[in-house]
Each structure stands twice: as C-alpha cells, then as structure tokens.
C-alpha cells in the first residue's frame, strides 16, 4: 500500500507549472508565513520572495517531493532567515539587555529563590477552557512578540511548530545549552508579561 | 548533601527543570530533585501549572493561524502572477 502510494505521489510530483503557482499555493504560503512571523507586509514579501527563487531553482526540482512542499520548503527557509536577522538585531538593541535584566531578577541572586514581587500568582483562568478567553490569548501573542527575536525564533519552533530540537539548534546556530538556557528564559519572560497585563 | 539540598530548594533550577520536563526526559537525580522542590514551594506549582497552560496555548495560536482562511489580497495575486510570467519569459 505505502509503496504504491508513494508512486503515484512522485508522478504527480514530477510535474511542475509555475502558471499555476500563485493560483495553487499563494493563500497556503501567505498563511504558513503569517502564522510565523506576524506582519502581513512581510508575509506578502516572503511569497513572492519564494516564487521567485523557485523560479531560479526549477531545474534543480528533482520531483521527489509535491510542488507544494518544496515551495514550502523554500519559504521556510527565508523565515528562518528572518527569525537569524532579528535575532542579530535585537542583540544589538536594549530589548535583549533588558529581558536578560528582568529575568535576573526573577530569583534572589543568593538562594535562587523567587524575588517576592516576582512570585508567580494564579491567573484565575487555569481552569477554565482557556482558547474560550479572546482577551487572554491577545495578550499572550503580544507578549510572545516582545520576546527578543531569537527567544521567540526558539519557542515557535519547539512549542509551536514541535520541531526537534537538534534541528532547531542547527538551523538558527545556537549550542544545545544555549537552547536551554534560552527556553527557560522566554518562559520565564512570557510568563511574567501575563501576570503583568492580566491580574 | 549540603550542595543537593540547596539545588533542591532552587526556584531558578526548578522552574529549568521544569521546562526541560515539558521538551525531554529528566534524569532520575532531576525528577528526584523537582519533586522534592514542588513538594515545598507552591510558587513554583503555580509556575508549572501555567507554563504547562502557555505551551498549550501557544500551541492553538499557532494551528488556529494555521487553519485560517488565507486572505492574501486578489491584487497582490494578480501582481504576483504578472511577475511570474514575466520571469518566465526571459
């Protein structure tokens, strides 16, 4: 069964219409880019951006994958991308200093202990069905992109994309114990902005 | 011991090893540790209860914007197309 089907997928794949393209698969890359990085003038970029790289690399299409996936496989990459050049920016900025900052004070510097005005407090919402609360989750994804770049780049890939985390640490160049240390710190942050703007 | 305890009463070490918990598997010597720290510290039960609702969370943002209509503009299409077909002709 799997055999066959994977036949038929590399007939269909082996063909390539870039005529049909933005017909095709413009919504389905301009909603895969805009549920990643969030700015629709950006988004509108990268599609373009990829259909025309695509274009420039169509004799390299070997037909192993879907048009599909391979032009979603291009996009991914300029995402990535943007995810590395923000986080170059955003090192060079205060914001990076800044959460870094905050999060050192999270705990006592001596026991490791939870400074008291930074003690975690019950949202209120824990048992409710959370997608239920519109607020909630708009204050969320505003403090998720108060992140710097490269936490955000991090915690999108793992927590929302579900990647493994081997290939994130080689896609965005970071060391395994830099991906830890940045996962608890966008956790650390991301929780302390709801606390800050939801209680 | 007097090192493992102090690790144990940690909340900086607890939330990490929380977080770790939630992406991979904890040594036995880290399971002992955050149990034993959660156990005494209510505000580090708070902290797990909550990351643990914020990665569900962002988890639904993001297949909700997966899931959503693709609205990109008709214009925008149609620019694209003529670009396309233009490339195509060089």
């Known amino acids: 069964m799997q055999s066959e089907k994977d036949k038929s997928d590399v007939q269909i794949a082996n063909s390539i219409d870039p005529h049909n393209w933005v017909s095709k698969y413009a919504d389905y890359l301009y909603t895969y880019a805009i549920s990643r990085i969030d700015d629709e003038e950006l988004a509108r970029d990268l599609v373009q951006e990829t259909f025309l790289a695509a274009l420039e690399r169509m004799d390299k299409f070997e037909g192993r994958s879907s048009e599909n996936t391979w032009l979603t496989a291009i996009l991914k990459n300029k995402i990535v991308d943007v995810y590395r050049k923000k986080s170059s920016l955003s090192a060079r900025v205060t914001d990076l200093l800044q959460a870094e900052q905050e999060q050192q004070d999270f705990f006592e510097p001596g026991d490791g202990h939870w400074k008291v005005t930074h003690r975690p407090r019950l949202f209120g919402i824990e048992d409710q069905h959370p997608m239920v609360n519109k607020e909630f989750m708009q204050i969320l994804q505003k403090c998720l992109h108060r992140l710097p770049g490269l936490w955000l780049a991090v915690f999108t890939m793992k927590h929302m994309e579900d990647q493994p985390t081997e290939a994130i640490c080689s896609e965005l160049k970071v060391t395994p114990s830099n991906f830890w240390v940045i996962i608890h710190r966008a956790k650390l942050n991301l929780r302390a902005c709801l606390q800050k703007n939801w209680i | ?90």
Not at chain 2, 5 to 21: D, G, P, R, V
Not at chain 2, 50 to 58: E, G, K, W
Not at chain 2, 72 to 78: F, S
């Open chain 2, 1 to 90: 011991m007097n090192k493992l305890k102090k690790i144990s009463y940690n909340c900086k070490q607890a939330t990490f090893l929380i977080e770790k918990k939630q992406i991979t598997k904890l040594t036995f010597r880290e399971k002992i540790e955050l149990r034993i720290h959660l156990a005494g510290c209510s505000f580090c039960r708070i902290f797990e209860r909550q990351s643990i609702l914020i990665n569900h969370l962002a988890h639904q943002l993001f297949s909700t914007a997966q899931n959503a209509e693709g609205k990109l503009d008709e214009n925008v299409k149609k620019e694209l197309q003529n670009r396309i077909e233009k490339e195509l002709k060089k």
